[in-house]
């Protein structure tokens, strides 16, 4: 904190004074002779000037993105806030040391360059909405997966209040990706029932009392399966055509 040249004269001072502590064979003369050199060199030693010039001029740069802080996010805001804070505090101070100065012209320089503008989520929130909308049972699970974790990234950027516009304009474009990327569940062709309803529709022209009532009876169940089986969207190509050939064999046996 000393310039150079009185700590020089001030370290030469306190070598001779040492020395002649050190010598037992020293005259008093010699030893007051020391004393007083090297409180006329502490006397004389000079506290270097400070420097506040640079923290000014960052200082008065500050104030401009002060003036707007509000368009930057909260966290960000805080720490620039305390550190210009910190800087005038220091500049105000006639006691302030050059190593303290430094110290605050590098927070106040790292805190602006730190500063993050709020992003503009307008476009992430309308996606949310599509994409929150979607109806995700016709979709393969694999390509599900993938999108539940793109959708539950994206909602958490969109309700983080320090997210940069970088972090926005990724998560969206994730997202956006995931839901292009959906892939439909493949749907089963449905089953053939010509044959069964051909053979339905012969079966409704017999008449009950052409026929014995034990071989009736079990083509009346048989028919009712039929026609169950006829009705029902879900049933698969090999029930209908099961089906088909058991009520094709009841009419056969009708006695």
Do not use: H
């Amino acid at each position: 904190i000393y310039t150079g040249d009185s700590w020089k004269v001030f370290s030469d001072a306190l070598a001779e004074a040492e020395k002649v502590l050190l010598d037992e064979n020293a005259l008093q003369a010699e030893i007051d002779a020391a004393c007083d050199v090297l409180q006329k060199a502490m006397d004389g030693l000079t506290v270097k000037p400070v420097d506040k010039s640079k923290l000014e001029k960052l200082v008065k740069r500050s104030e401009v993105y002060e003036a707007k802080i509000e368009r930057y996010t909260p966290q960000t805001a805080a720490i620039f806030k305390d550190a210009l804070e910190a800087a005038r505090a220091v500049l105000a101070d006639e006691g302030a040391s050059q190593v303290e100065i430094d110290q605050k012209y590098a927070n106040l320089q790292k805190a602006l360059f730190d500063l993050r503008e709020i992003p503009d989520k307008s476009k992430l929130e309308e996606l949310l909405q599509q994409a929150e909308n979607l109806d995700i049972s016709i979709y393969t699970d694999e390509s599900v997966e993938v999108f539940t974790v793109a959708l539950a990234k994206a909602q958490a950027v969109n309700a983080d209040p320090e997210a940069d516009q970088q972090t926005v304009n990724t998560a969206m474009e994730t997202l956006q990706k995931a839901m292009g990327n959906l892939t439909e569940k493949e749907t089963e062709a449905a089953a053939d029932k010509k044959a069964l309803q051909g053979v339905i529709a012969e079966a409704e022209k017999l008449r009950k009392e052409e026929y014995t009532e034990e071989s009736w009876s079990m083509f009346a169940e048989t028919l009712e399966q039929a026609k169950a089986v006829n009705e029902d969207a879900q049933a698969e190509q090999e029930s209908v055509d099961q089906m088909t050939k058991a009520l094709q064999n009841a009419m056969d046996e009708l006695k």
